[in-house]
């Protein structure tokens, strides 16, 4: 976009277009770009695959394809974002306790905290994100359908009807159908596209509306029907959900009732009485 900008105020001056160079491209990139993701890279690189175990190499892709593969973080650049969190934050965390003049017992609880931090640190930010991004597909996934049924039945087919989501709206659900219409134009089946879909987002709206779907092109059933039930039952899910927060709020309300409004309410109504009661008894005595 910025050669189309440049050539087209190069035309309206009437002067001559001279492109961008290599070295102001890349300096006109992200400090991220330029240079955290390379150097993450290299020492991804670097690093053996074996070292990591299959079954964390898998956790790690499944938890890193739930959050939407934030940065676009491949399994063995978070892995060594991993290593590099366990050995610098308790470094760190040292540094600091050195630089406030802490004694030496608690220069070693604040490495303790900084090794725990370094351990947990990173698998808690990515936890974080596949929630929050679970999350917004579960509100976004009834309005996506309404989108898609509306784009059925007025003539469009599946695929049209996606690129349609893609086109009009923003989000992780939009963001998976793109993936899902690539994966699908390199040619792979629309059923394993679907099926690599639901697997990747491992949400339960998600997984039964793919298969809904799936299910529906196997049998030759009306896909706009099919979409018309699965927006009337996750917009009923909605409403289950809204309802049983709101229920939920009156058990919550008890806990600041009970630990700091009431003892408030007590002091303010009883200790006028008290007050009263001793100076009474002062005066018997």
Same mark, same amino acid.
């Given at each position: 976009?910025?050669?189309?900008?440049?050539?087209?105020?190069?035309?309206?001056?009437?002067?001559?277009?001279?492109?961008?160079?290599?070295?102001?491209?890349?300096?006109?990139?992200?400090?991220?770009?330029?240079?955290?993701?390379?150097?993450?890279?290299?020492?991804?690189?670097?690093?053996?695959?074996?070292?990591?175990?299959?079954?964390?190499?898998?956790?790690?892709?499944?938890?890193?394809?739930?959050?939407?593969?934030?940065?676009?973080?491949?399994?063995?650049?978070?892995?060594? *974002?991993?290593?590099?969190?366990?050995?610098? !934050?308790? +470094?760190?965390?040292? &540094?600091?306790?050195?630089? %406030? @003049?802490?004694? $030496?017992?608690?220069?070693?609880?604040?490495?303790?905290?900084?090794?725990?931090?370094?351990?947990?640190?990173?698998?808690?930010?990515?936890?974080?994100?596949?929630?929050?991004?679970?999350?917004? *597909?579960?509100?976004?996934?009834?309005?996506? !359908?309404? +989108?898609?049924?509306? &784009?059925?039945?007025?003539? %469009? @087919?599946?695929? $049209?009807?996606?690129?349609?989501?893609?086109?009009?709206?923003?989000?992780?659900?939009?963001?998976?159908?793109?993936?899902?219409?690539?994966?699908?134009?390199?040619?792979?089946?629309?059923?394993?596209?679907?099926?690599?879909?639901?697997?990747?987002?491992?949400?339960?709206?998600?997984?039964?509306?793919?298969?809904?779907?799936?299910? $529906?092109?196997?049998?030759?059933?009306?896909?706009?029907?099919?979409?018309?039930?699965?927006?009337?039952?996750?917009?009923?899910?909605?409403?289950?959900?809204?309802?049983?927060?709101?229920?939920?709020?009156?058990?919550?309300?008890?806990?600041?009732?009970?630990?700091?409004?009431?003892?408030?309410?007590?002091?303010?109504?009883?200790?006028?009485?008290?007050?009263?009661?001793?100076?009474?008894?002062?005066?018997?005595?």
């Amino acid at each position: 976009k910025s050669d189309v900008r440049a050539r087209l105020a190069a035309l309206e001056s009437g002067t001559e277009f001279q492109p961008v160079s290599a070295i102001d491209e890349e300096r006109s990139k992200p400090f991220v770009d330029r240079v955290i993701r390379p150097f993450l890279a290299n020492l991804a690189g670097q690093r053996d695959p074996k070292q990591m175990k299959k079954s964390q190499q898998n956790e790690l892709r499944k938890l890193l394809a739930q959050a939407g593969f934030p940065g676009g973080l491949t399994v063995a650049e978070f892995g060594v *974002i991993i290593n590099l969190a366990r050995i610098i !934050l308790p +470094l760190v965390a040292l &540094a600091f306790a050195v630089l %406030l @003049g802490m004694r $030496a017992d608690q220069m070693v609880l604040a490495g303790a905290v900084g090794g725990v931090a370094g351990m947990i640190g990173p698998k808690v930010f990515l936890q974080r994100k596949v929630a929050a991004r679970l999350h917004k *597909i579960q509100r976004q996934l009834p309005d996506v !359908l309404d +989108l898609l049924t509306v &784009a059925v039945e007025a003539g %469009l @087919g599946f695929d $049209a009807a996606c690129d349609k989501v893609v086109e009009k709206m923003k989000g992780p659900i939009p963001d998976e159908f793109s993936l899902m219409l690539r994966q699908v134009r390199m040619g792979q089946a629309r059923r394993d596209a679907m099926k690599d879909m639901a697997e990747r987002v491992d949400h339960p709206d998600m997984s039964a509306f793919m298969s809904a779907l799936i299910q $529906a092109d196997q049998l030759g059933v009306s896909i706009g029907q099919v979409l018309r039930v699965q927006s009337d039952t996750l917009r009923e899910k909605r409403r289950q959900r809204a309802e049983e927060e709101a229920n939920k709020a009156p058990v919550k309300m008890m806990i600041p009732l009970v630990f700091f409004i009431f003892p408030n309410v007590g002091i303010v109504i009883g200790a006028p009485a008290a007050f009263q009661i001793i100076e009474q008894m002062s005066q018997l005595n």
